[in-house]
């Protein structure tokens, strides 16, 4: 091939939008097909461009990455030196030059570009390099312009104008006319999508999931579309079986067709499992949600953030003990076992009253990660609920000595030294823990473990400290 692009600008959900969209786990596989694509075809312009924009993406992702960078700035370099008639390398350049905080050469870069050609890439770059200088109307209408080129990857674009379009109206109707005004304009380049998520985001539940349900219309291949809309039907419409019905689909989908799996979010699976798991615990189906949690724990590559969704999943429910049965389960599975222990210590002894079994799974853990304090502070509240105070106060302090910021720990320690009648120090670490959170005097004020020493002039100094109304946590007086 001669220097210049070989092929047509591309259509969504091509390569070039997939690198725009990706998340960071996908990079490096794009990365590869990128680099495919520069060896099949080593004349084109435009596959130096897509690699130069992978590899910028990977160091915006990781700033310690300066190979990514120089490969970067070597990828637009030649770009342009086989396109000079062609917006690619000049786009390319100008992002490598953005990056290396140079913008003033980024925006020149650009405007050599339109003195030579044309293209949407360069009318959005500048709209995205010039956004800080200019006012919001002003990049509104570049944005626009850029849009309005044929062939434009409009789903690209339209994220930036939606943001923008945010920042001009202080009112949400403004906003909102603005945004259906795009969507009427340039339909099916995302605008409808950016309503319902801002409407969601709002509370108007019923109004996204009206948008949710058009665009879709039961077809399973706008796959981020019908989870979302599965997740507001099931946890805020009460719809929770057209909720299962959504999220089981996508899951049979994701099954069934491997290129539909390939385009998806590397955490898509297992945040479909484990909505469906939500999904069913609200039917009161234990079974089937017990059996979405545990695959869902198997796919994830954050297990302790999906142990600290089903946790407060079942919660939230009031079905402690059937979460007690799935963390015992998987506590001798996969890594974060410490956290599964205390999440099932913390069910025992906060909902089911089982202080000793509870103290128990606070020691489990607090072997396998011993320097957690929250652990230590957990394991003094079930010794402080069976008024094993001494025990009780050890656990306090060792919290405290791990993290000395533990407000709840040093309030803690304080109502335990009240209840031993040691009313010093019980002040001073009542003193410390209000100096750490403020509204722990207004507990401390109405808190029985304090009866001992509320008469007390440095009492009513601490509690007379600025309080809001809010609660500050779980602390020892919550019995």
Known sequence: MSGGI???????????????????????????????LVQIDPGSAYYHFLLSHTYLRMFANDQQDVESLRAASELATQSLELAPDQEFGYVAMAEVLEALGQSNKAMAILHEGRSRTTGWRLQF??????????????????????????????????????????????SPPMVLSALEEWASQ????????????????????????????SLHKGSTDHKELLFSDSVIS???????????????????????????L??????????????????????????????????????????????????NEYKSLRAEKHLISLLQEISEIGPGQGIVHAYMAEALSDRLGQQAAAADAYRRAIVLEPTRSEYHNGLGLALYRQSDLNAALIEFTRATEIDPGDASARYN?????????????????????????PRLSEQARVDKDFGSISKL???????????SDEPAGATASTD
């Not at 995302?190 to 969601?200: L, M, N, P, V």
């Not at 959504?246 to 067709?257: F, H, P, V």
């Not at 320690?413 to 959170?437: H, I, P």
Request: with cysteine; proline share 4%.
């Open 125 to 170: 770059s500048q709209a995205r390099l010039s956004a800080d200088r200019s006012n919001a109307e002003d990049t509104a209408k570049a944005l626009q312009a850029a849009l309005n080129f044929e062939g434009s990857l409009r789903r690209i674009i339209a994220p930036y104008l939606v943001i923008v379009t945010e920042s001009r109206f202080s």
């Open 262 to 311: 390939s385009t998806s979010n590397k955490k898509f699976p297992s945040m479909i499992e484990a909505h469906l798991g939500a999904a069913y615990l609200r039917k009161g189906n234990f079974r089937a949600a017990h059996d979405a949690f545990v695959t869902a724990l198997d796919m994830a590559g954050d297990r302790p953030t999906m142990i600290e969704f089903l946790f």
């Open 457 to 467: 002039v440095g009492f009513q100094e601490i509690i007379a400290a600025e309080a």
């Open 6 to 36: 070989s092929i047509a600008s591309p259509n969504p959900a091509t390569l070039e939008e997939r690198i725009w969209t990706a998340d960071d786990e996908t990079l490096p596989s794009l990365e590869r097909e990128g680099v495919r």
């Open 234 to 260: 099931y946890r805020k419409l009460g719809k929770t079986k057209e909720g299962i019905a959504g999220l089981t689909a996508l899951k049979n989908r994701l099954r069934s067709d491997p290129e539909f």
């Open 413 to 437: 320690e304080a109502c335990a030294l009240a209840l031993l009648g040691r009313k010093d120090e019980a002040l001073y670490s009542l003193r410390e823990a209000v100096q750490l959170e």
């Open 186 to 213: 340039f339909p099916g380049s995302g605008f409808d999508e950016a309503i319902a998520a801002w409407q969601s985001e709002r509370g108007h539940y019923a109004e996204a999931h009206e948008i949710y349900q």
